[in-house]
């Protein structure tokens, strides 16, 4: 398992702006997942990618991959108030089934 | 809801005390993991079943012991502990293995006085 890097640590915006959180990994992957979790609770599965895919969308939220840089990036448009939580990437590689995760991007949505 | 639960949501135990924590996963998976959340520190796999079978224990000392009676409960016991074993303990489960997605319950959190 390899775990992912999450950046930037903190961020605070307000709300209605748009939030950009990156991972970055070092293996290759098979694919790529990111989770949510609020203070102190179970983390949330956002949002699937796939090696093969550049770019995913799920409501406000766009996952892109490039895996020549090995990076991905989540943004979350019109950011609301109830979007303050953790977000942590989990690169997975080929026969791997450890998720293993970083110490996430702290985000703060001001209302 | 994820479909997974925990209880105790928290719990609070002196160095000498034995307790378990529970969970609970109503989505027909096959695999369930255990993970330890620390302040400060990336979340810590520390156990994975599979078919109730345990396949991984990454390092984990003896004073945490699992158990896994059936693919929908999953059990750690807890015995002796150490402050600095205070912490969120997250279960997760997942259809198998190789199913990447995770769901995950709530929490248990621990504090060892």
């Known amino acids: 398992s390899q775990q992912g890097e999450e950046d930037p640590q903190a961020l605070s915006i307000q709300e209605g702006e748009n939030a950009t959180m990156n991972c970055s990994y070092k293996?290759?992957?098979?694919?790529l997942q990111w989770y949510r979790q609020n203070s102190g609770r179970g983390l949330v599965h956002l949002i699937l990618i796939r090696s093969n895919e550049r770019e995913k969308h799920s409501g406000r939220l766009r996952v892109t991959l490039d895996t020549s840089k090995k990076s991905s990036s989540l943004l979350i448009t019109a950011s609301r108030a109830a979007d303050t939580a953790s977000y942590f990437c989990a690169p997975s590689g080929a026969g791997s089934y450890q998720l293993t995760f970083g110490k996430g991007t702290k985000l703060s949505v001001i209302p | 809801e994820t479909g997974v639960t925990q209880t105790p949501r928290h719990l609070v135990m002196g160095m000498t005390n034995k307790k378990s924590l529970k969970c609970e996963q109503h989505l027909g998976h096959n695999a369930m993991y255990w993970y330890k959340q620390s302040a400060k520190k990336p979340l810590e796999l520390m156990f994975v079943?599979?078919?109730?079978?345990?396949?991984e224990n990454n390092s984990v000392p003896s004073r945490f012991s699992p158990e896994c009676p059936n693919s929908s409960h999953l059990f750690l016991h807890l015995h002796t502990l150490q402050p600095e074993d205070s912490a969120l303990y997250l279960c997760?489960?997942?259809?198998?293995?190789?199913?990447?997605?995770?769901?995950f319950g709530p929490g248990t959190r621990l504090t060892v006085l």
């Open positions: 079943y599979n078919f109730k079978e345990q396949t």
């Open positions: 997760a489960s997942s259809q198998d293995p190789s199913s990447n997605e995770q769901f």
């Open positions: 293996t290759s992957i098979n694919n």
